[in-house]
């Protein structure tokens, strides 16, 4: 049954369904000639799968992520990042990387974060005169921060799926999204002084202290959603709601860049890409069933540590199969699917499960930025115009960067684990 269901999957996929019609037919078809339960009873089973609190935080961070994109958030981050570093080499790039790293802050999706930024400091960076597959590059590379730096829905997502911790996870991810930032900057710092590109004029004193105060409303909302849920005033999800709320004030009553007759377009939006998701999530969690119907993820396990591999063999195998993975599916799909494989054998290693969740989402990361299912190279050759060959192309030093990045979280586990560790205790 295992081979069967894996072969419909992957002869599904090669045809070009989507990835949730090829879970999901792969699941059913498996479950009518290789089983006897009742294909009724996999509704229920799907619902169980969907009826969890902390699932409830991805349509509140979907939304929330549009309504920042509209309501001029994203707008007053550029101003106020460009007014401080703008005027070093590669400033401009470097204020794109930051402006993406506190709009992943606030919003938890990539494509949202390319969106907002890039729309705004592709253009401008373009003017200034950098060439424009180095904007495209660092920017389109830059917003895949935006599933790493809480809020994240990957993190959800594997939360729910491996019954882990989302504020501790949430926690985890903060320093490494830090770490990764400096490393997207530091790359196109240099190709920037390589290239002696044009600085932007340097901004006085004034013009920084004014870009600060009209980013004040902007900044204060990862503070309130990552404070809320350290401090314990709420949870995960919602946090995700209280950012919907802080959100609608900022846009419509404060900045006034949002309208009343923006909200039924956000609202749709928001609509679809949830049920987008929750549709990959209900199919995969179906395909994840049979899994444990079969007991794969156990003889998968069982076959690995028989192999006698150690933690750090065990990562590297990890880490090139969900490599691999990312070059054809969506990151919710992915840890939906290969989490509750992978989960029992990492455990077994003595491997901490936060650790193991934050190493998958910057896995997930760098699966946004590669062909051909890098979501983030669509969504920048969709704002520029750009073929994606040439995206692609244009994203390489700053891949690299990432892969570095990802060796040192591997690797390093502290980087991961010191901040939750010391927030919540070892």
């Known amino acids: 049954m295992g081979l069967a269901l894996f072969s419909l999957l992957f002869l599904l996929m090669l045809v070009g369904l989507p990835i949730a019609i090829s879970l999901g037919l792969a699941s059913f078809l498996s479950i009518y000639y290789f089983t006897t339960d009742p294909l009724a009873d996999m509704a229920g089973k799907i619902f169980s799968g969907l009826n969890s609190f902390p699932l409830m935080a991805i349509p509140f961070f979907v939304l929330a992520g549009n309504i920042f994109t509209t309501g001029g958030v994203a707008k007053r981050l550029i101003n106020l990042t460009n ?39 592709i253009p401008a960076m373009v003017k200034h005169g950098y060439e424009k597959d180095y904007a495209v590059g660092s920017i389109s590379t830059a917003g895949s921060l935006g599933i790493l730096i809480p809020p994240s829905i990957p993190m959800i997502v594997y939360a729910v799926t491996v019954e882990q911790s989302v504020g501790k996870l949430f926690i985890a991810g903060i320093i490494p999204g830090i770490l990764l930032a400096i490393l997207l900057a530091f790359v196109s710092f240099t190709i920037a002084k390589k290239n002696d590109f044009a600085k932007a004029e340097k901004a006085t004193f004034t013009e920084r202290l004014n870009a600060l105060k009209a980013a004040v409303w902007s900044l204060s909302l990862p503070i309130v959603v990552i404070g809320g849920i350290y401090s314990g005033i709420f949870t995960p999800t919602e946090s995700a709601a209280v950012a919907v709320v802080l959100g609608l004030i900022v846009g419509l009553w404060i900045h006034k ?81 290969l989490a509750p494989i992978l989960f029992p054998v990492a455990m077994a290693l003595g491997i901490d499960p936060i650790h193991f969740g934050i190493i998958m989402v910057v896995n997930m990361e760098v ?5 051909p299912v890098g979501l983030n190279l669509y969504v920048a050759s969709g704002i520029t115009r750009m073929p994606l060959i040439d995206v692609t192309k244009a994203a390489f030093p700053w891949l690299i960067a990432m892969i570095i990045g990802l060796i040192l979280v591997t690797y390093i586990p502290e980087i991961s684990l010191w901040l939750p560790n010391l927030l919540y205790g070892n």
């Open 83 to 121: 007014a401080w570093v703008g005027h070093i080499p590669g400033g401009l790039s470097i204020a794109g990387i930051v402006s993406c790293g506190l709009f992943a802050a606030i919003s938890g999706s990539s494509p949202a974060t390319v969106v907002a930024i890039g729309s705004i400091m």
């Open 257 to 337: 860049d949002l309208l009343l007759k923006d909200l039924p377009g956000i609202l749709v939006e928001s609509a679809k890409t949830t049920a987008m998701l929750f549709f990959i999530i209900t199919m995969a969690m179906t395909f994840a069933h049979i899994l444990t119907l079969e007991r794969i993820p156990h003889e998968i396990a069982s076959i690995i540590t028989g192999w006698n591999v150690g933690p750090i063999a065990f990562l590297l195998i990890v880490n090139v199969l969900l490599f691999l993975a990312g070059q054809f599916m969506e990151p919710t799909a992915i840890i939906t699917i």
């Open 367 to 371: 699966g946004m930025i590669t062909p």
